[in-house]
Nanobody, 111 residues
Framework: QVQLVESGGGLVQAGGSLRLSCTAS?????MGWYRQAPGKQRELVAG???????NYADSVKGRFTISRDNAKNTVYLQMNSLKPEDTAVYYC????????WGQGTQVTVSS
């Protein structure tokens, strides 16, 4: 059983930055972040494989950067130039024999 511990959410003004982190226990493959805004479906924000392949949602390209420390089993999401539409609960995920989820961390961007 993989456990994920997230940190780094909060309230920030538009144009500001936040950094999310997520540490996983156990051996994992891909990691990354989804988000879910009120009344909307959960969507992929960014993912990174154990080999370093990365993908981003079009809406965050050029503003968000995902990185990973394999030695620490930790994934980071640096979020810059935040917009009110980035407001959501952000969920870390990790792929092993199945997908495991973090508890979610709230990111709120005020206009």
């Amino acid at each position: 059983q993989v456990q994920l511990v997230e940190s780094g959410g909060g309230l920030v003004q538009a144009g500001g930055s936040l950094r999310l982190s997520c540490t996983a226990s156990g051996i994992i493959f891909s990691m990354g972040w989804y988000r879910q805004a009120p009344g909307k479906q959960r969507e992929l924000v960014a993912g990174i494989s154990s080999g370093g392949s990365i993908n981003y949602a079009d809406s965050v390209k050029g503003r968000f950067t995902i990185s990973r420390d394999n030695a620490k089993n930790t994934v980071y999401l640096q979020m810059n130039s935040l917009k009110p539409e980035d407001t959501a609960v952000y969920y870390c995920y990790a792929d092993q024999w199945k997908t495991f989820w973090g508890q979610g961390t709230q990111v709120t961007v005020s206009s």
